[in-house]
């Protein structure tokens, strides 16, 4: 007899050439319960033709015997199984993407600790490149990281100039960096705790001391003031603040505000930082602003020249 069907369900089982039992494998591997449905109606139709009259009910009967199953229940039981586990299964490069996520999560942070007397923004540039580096100086070891990339390139095409290693880091970092922007906002609104809106609004002021026709209309001090008005302002001075510090610099400008005074030094050096958080995390920027507003502002704030002792 080439095959013997059990009674409770498990799967047929057939004899080996030299006579042996061997269990029946189960051949359905990447057969979803859509294609398992097609492959019945296609036994059916096709004994149809043959002038066999045949239910679905019998087509399914006959696939899952025709798969090394002792009935159809058995064989949808393990489709079901199997497409389950399917939807909840990490594929490795998630998983390796994953990881280096938190990899240059952890480089951001530690780079506030480890600037020495570079600008926060900038140790937090190289500490990014560098994890980057690191983690793709072993192709081999990162295939699960690569793979997706080949496949990107397939569908786009090659990038002309450059090795296959520097075009895969700034890949890397096109689609990574974006997604961890909430910790690269932290760490700046760490930085910038304080002197953000002494800052901005310093800026704003030595603008209008410059340029006599800086309108109200975008100015940070507006009381109903909006998140689209606060970026258009920021966009504002930071296409115009590194000219307006040097010379309030060179003027001796200072500006006072209700709880203390900010000079063009330390605005320029607290400037980049906050554009940097402005970039990554607006909303947080947004927030921090109008709660740092409203402890600053007063009615001897303003432009102030400092003389300098003699």
Same mark, same amino acid.
């Given at each position: 007899?080439?095959?013997?069907?059990?009674?409770?369900?498990?799967?047929?089982?057939?004899?080996? *050439?030299?006579?042996?039992?061997?269990?029946?494998?189960?051949?359905?591997?990447?057969?979803?319960?859509?294609?398992?449905?097609?492959?019945?109606?296609?036994?059916?139709?096709?004994?149809?033709?043959?002038?066999?009259?045949?239910?679905?009910?019998?087509?399914?009967?006959a696939?899952?015997?025709? #798969?090394?199953?002792a009935?159809?229940?058995?064989?949808?039981?393990?489709?079901?199984?199997?497409?389950? #586990?399917?939807?909840?299964?990490?594929?490795?490069?998630?998983?390796?993407?994953?990881?280096?996520?938190e990899?240059?999560?952890k480089?951001?942070?530690?780079?506030?600790?480890?600037?020495?007397?570079?600008?926060?923004?900038? =140790?937090?540039?190289?500490? $990014?490149?560098?994890?980057?580096?690191?983690?793709?100086?072993?192709?081999?070891?990162?295939?699960?990281?690569?793979?997706?990339?080949? #496949?990107?390139?397939?569908?786009?095409?090659?990038?002309?100039?450059?090795? /296959?290693?520097?075009?895969?880091?700034?890949?890397?970092?096109?689609?990574?960096?974006?997604?961890?922007?909430?910790?690269?906002? =932290?760490?700046?609104?760490?930085e910038?705790?304080?002197? $953000?809106?002494?800052?901005?609004?310093?800026?704003?002021? @030595?603008?209008g001391?410059?340029?006599?026709?800086?309108?109200?209309?975008?100015?940070?001090?507006?009381?109903?003031?909006?998140?689209?008005?606060?970026?258009?302002?920021c966009?504002?001075?930071?296409?115009? =603040?590194? @000219?307006? $510090?040097?010379?309030?610099?060179?003027?001796?400008?200072?500006?006072? /505000?209700?709880?203390?005074?900010?000079?063009?030094?330390?605005?320029?050096q607290?400037i980049?930082?906050?554009?940097?958080?402005?970039?990554?995390?607006? *909303?947080?920027?947004?927030?921090?602003?109008?709660?740092?507003?409203?402890?600053?502002?007063? *009615? =001897?704030?303003?432009?102030?020249?400092?003389?300098?002792a003699?």
């Amino acid at each position: 007899m080439a095959a013997t069907q059990g009674v409770t369900g498990k799967p047929w089982n057939y004899v080996g *050439r030299t006579g042996e039992i061997m269990s029946g494998m189960h051949q359905h591997a990447s057969m979803t319960s859509e294609q398992a449905k097609s492959a019945a109606k296609n036994i059916k139709s096709r004994l149809e033709a043959l002038g066999v009259e045949m239910s679905m009910g019998h087509a399914y009967e006959a696939l899952a015997g025709s #798969k090394g199953y002792a009935n159809w229940s058995t064989m949808k039981a393990d489709l079901e199984t199997t497409s389950a #586990k399917s939807a909840t299964a990490v594929p490795p490069a998630a998983d390796a993407t994953e990881d280096l996520k938190e990899k240059l999560r952890k480089a951001v942070r530690f780079a506030s600790t480890n600037r020495g007397n570079r600008p926060l923004f900038v =140790e937090i540039r190289h500490a $990014l490149y560098r994890t980057l580096n690191e983690a793709t100086a072993d192709l081999d070891a990162n295939q699960t990281l690569t793979e997706p990339f080949s #496949k990107f390139l397939d569908r786009n095409g090659s990038v002309a100039g450059g090795s /296959f290693v520097e075009v895969f880091r700034g890949y890397l970092g096109k689609q990574l960096i974006p997604q961890i922007a909430d910790t690269i906002a =932290e760490v700046l609104a760490g930085e910038t705790e304080g002197y $953000l809106a002494k800052t901005l609004i310093a800026v704003e002021l @030595l603008l209008g001391k410059r340029f006599l026709h800086f309108g109200r209309e975008r100015t940070l001090l507006a009381e109903d003031l909006s998140f689209e008005k606060f970026i258009a302002c920021c966009d504002y001075i930071m296409s115009n =603040e590194r @000219l307006t $510090l040097i010379e309030a610099r060179r003027a001796g400008d200072v500006v006072r /505000f209700a709880n203390g005074e900010i000079d063009p030094t330390k605005a320029a050096q607290m400037i980049s930082s906050i554009e940097h958080l402005i970039r990554h995390g607006p *909303r947080l920027a947004f927030e921090m602003f109008l709660s740092e507003r409203s402890e600053i502002i007063g *009615r =001897e704030m303003g432009v102030i020249h400092r003389v300098h002792a003699a």
